[in-house]
């Protein structure tokens, strides 16, 4: 045993055990601080421990692996880290800068799950093509100094705790290890390494050994706990690392009968994979002697778990909930993608914007979409926000698809700027009225007004017509679903916002006769939302449910609407009750024709990413399964249990389902370049 005295074994091992006890305890601050789980959830939940224990296996490979290098200079048979002071100062040179880098993800991790509710991955990568507006919003918004000195002194604790380690283990005395003691003891060292890499000790095939993985974290289906198991610097490389196919068109020929149905295709051609089908007025067109007015109203980062109509029991939002019952109020209405830009993509171009890489809004090649807006024929056009639209490379889908389109933004405004986001969602709703005020009679226009206040730093403008912040404990905002009692307000002013938009546009003299289309284009809940089915929750639906409502209250009866609609049906629906004939090669559909495959079904990305997680929605049922189509299960959106696969009980829905869902994920996949207009 011999080599047991080994001073660079000796200083190795406790260097792994330093960096691995360090990554551990961050691991434990993510469960507390960021995971949106109770400390309880650890005793209560079976699933929660386990996923813990695989979450340390990621961390004690990432803490070998960074010291794989360190060991190579140590084990240098003549120059080494204990003969060598160069090799030694190397050795810590490579030390800070790598740890620096591995700390410096974890914030990025940290801050990308407060703000997205996902781990860090390839698609964060976006964020560095708008890097003057990121940043800015990153000053305003969170402590930075502060953040970069915690960042610092972390890095600098560790460095003086291995430098430390160095004077103890390798600078002591040698002691004499036998030639044999030294083999057998180094190949057994060997051996514990590699399985500390592996991660894993059971059903291992030494042929072809298979290590721990991601996707081992998913094992309970509940992506809130999976999220405790992943390691973000091993998870993000994990991710980079995947080639990626902008579709894949043998999955879509495999699929075209159910999608072509599903949507309706005039003339199915699966050689073609034409999703193409023509729309003539229809019977249910609202009448009038002037074509009515179309606003898309984006309602920032609002989710259904937010808003008092569907449940919340704070009242933070009563002038949607009134509006609510004046309108067509869609119960059950989800955004195919989470994230601002996917949702002004599929909102415009109609199909989801299902890119594992990037938002569509980045690739050059794809901005030029096909519009519905365009059969719009004898409107004008607007797109209003009260920042950039070059945010995500906005403007070339606004500009590259919609014709003759007045893009507003940062710098056309007269009102002074709040934050990062631009000028206040009040100023932007005035200066819209002082340029909709000025249409020409008897021309109608459609108009897309993006909000922004309801998003980090969550900015109260001192200009806000009376609007007052509400002070309420912590503890009861965020088991109300917001974050802080920061965004709890920011969501009251969005909503008083609404309020003053319909007064304004009635002052204004286009409110009677204009069709207003408001929804949430994602939620950013990251806390315990009790009011709603647990299956939200659970299922990570409550980032995909916004708010939806059509308020023309002269034009339209109020109606609820029961089922399932999607983001991409809007436009569709809206061009149906202005009575607008169009072609349409997209994926949306309008609400009032029958669905060809009986209740509707809505397409969803529920885990973004380079391995993304695809689910199918109706108004009962979820299916999810891995974005190659396997493992998949159908679960009860009203069950107390939503995580139970009830395939079992329901298999003709589940057949259904199963095939809906990947057929049109992949045809999604096919839409992005194929919806692509000439030049």
């Known amino acids: 045993m011999g080599w047991l005295q080994s001073r660079r074994l000796h200083y190795w091992f406790a260097a792994i055990a330093v960096i691995f006890t360090t990554l551990a305890a961050l691991r434990a601050l993510f469960f507390i601080g960021f995971s949106g789980l109770e ?19 990621f961390d004690l490979r990432l803490a070998i692996l960074l010291m794989l290098p360190v060991a190579l200079l140590a084990w240098f048979p003549k120059w080494n880290l204990i003969s060598s002071p160069g090799l030694r100062w190397l050795a810590r040179l490579y030390l800070v800068l790598a740890l620096g880098a591995v700390f410096l993800v974890y914030i990025f991790d940290f801050g990308h799950y407060a703000y997205l509710g996902l781990r860090i991955n ?14 800015d919003m990153l000053w305003q ?47 057994l060292m060997v051996v514990v390494v590699f399985l ?27 992506s809130q706990i999976a999220a405790l198991g992943l390691n973000p610097v091993i998870f993000l490389y994990d991710t980079l690392e995947v080639p990626h196919e902008p579709f894949d068109r043998e999955s879509v020929t495999a699929h075209y009968d159910v999608v072509s149905r599903y949507l309706g295709v005039d003339q199915p051609d699966v050689q073609s994979l034409s999703f193409l089908r023509e729309q003539a007025v229809q019977p249910y067109a609202i009448a009038g002697s002037q074509p009515p007015n179309v606003v898309f109203v984006m309602l920032e980062s609002l989710g259904t778990s937010a808003v008092g109509a569907y449940g919340n029991p704070l009242n933070p939002t009563p002038n949607i909930d009134r509006l609510a019952k004046q309108s067509w109020f869609f119960k059950h209405f989800y955004v195919p993608v989470t994230g601002t830009a996917k949702t002004v993509w599929a909102s415009i171009s109609g199909v989801p914007d299902v890119s594992r890489d990037d938002t569509s809004t980045r690739n050059p090649l794809i901005t030029r979409q096909h519009t519905l807006i365009n059969s ?45 986001w631009g000028i206040s969602d009040l100023d932007l709703f005035k200066e819209s009225d002082r340029i909709l005020r000025q249409q020409a009679d008897g021309k109608p226009f459609f108009a897309y007004i993006q909000t922004a206040g309801n998003h980090r730093p969550f900015t109260i403008p001192a200009q806000n017509d009376g609007f007052e912040t509400r002070d309420l404990p912590l503890e009861t905002v965020q088991n109300a679903g917001s974050r802080s009692l920061a965004q709890y307000n920011a969501v009251r002013l969005l909503d008083f916002n609404i309020g003053r938009l319909m007064e304004i546009a009635q002052a204004g003299g286009w409110y009677d006769n204009t069709i207003f289309v408001l929804f949430g284009d994602h939620n950013t809940r990251i806390s315990q939302i009790p009011h709603m089915p647990p299956a939200f929750e659970k299922l990570g639906l409550e980032s995909n449910h916004v708010p939806m409502l059509i308020h023309a209250p002269k034009l339209l009866q109020p109606r609820v609407i029961e089922e399932a609609v999607g983001l991409a049906d809007l436009l569709p629906t809206v061009l149906g009750i202005t009575g607008t004939e169009f072609t349409n090669g997209a994926m949306g559909r309008d609400i009032q024709q029958p669905a060809p495959e009986g209740e509707r079904v809505v397409p969803l990305v529920l885990r973004e990413g380079t391995f993304p997680l695809i689910g199918g929605v109706t108004k009962d049922f979820l299916l999810q399964m891995q974005h190659d189509g396997s493992e998949p299960t159908l679960h009860d959106l009203a069950s107390q249990e939503p995580l139970t696969d009830v395939a079992d009980q329901y298999p003709e829905e589940f057949q259904r389902l199963e095939q809906l869902t990947r057929g049109l994920h992949e045809a999604a996949r096919l839409m992005l370049y194929q919806n692509v207009r000439a030049d």
């Open 376 to 420: 719009l024929e004898g409107y004008d056009r607007y797109y209003m926000i009260g920042g950039s639209a070059g945010w995500a490379n906005m403007n070339a889908l606004v500009r590259q698809s919609i014709d003759g389109v007045q893009l507003f933004e940062e710098g056309d405004w007269t009102s002074p700027l709040v934050d990062v």
């Open 196 to 222: 500390g890499i592996l991660g894993r000790l059971e059903n291992i095939n030494l042929e072809n050994p298979v290590p721990l993985r991601w996707s081992d974290a998913f094992f309970s289906g509940d």
């Open 141 to 187: 918004t969170y402590p930075v100094i502060w953040i970069s000195l915690g960042w610092l002194g972390l890095t600098a604790l560790l460095y003086w705790l291995l430098v430390k380690l160095e004077r103890v283990t390798l600078d002591r005395p040698a002691k004499r290890i036998g030639r044999f003691s030294l083999v057998w003891g180094s190949a």
């Open 39 to 57: 400390l309880g959830a650890l005793s209560q939940t079976e699933a929660v421990a386990q996923t813990l224990g695989i979450g340390l296996r």
């Open 122 to 135: 390839a698609t964060a990568l976006r964020f560095l093509g708008d890097a003057q507006i990121s940043t």
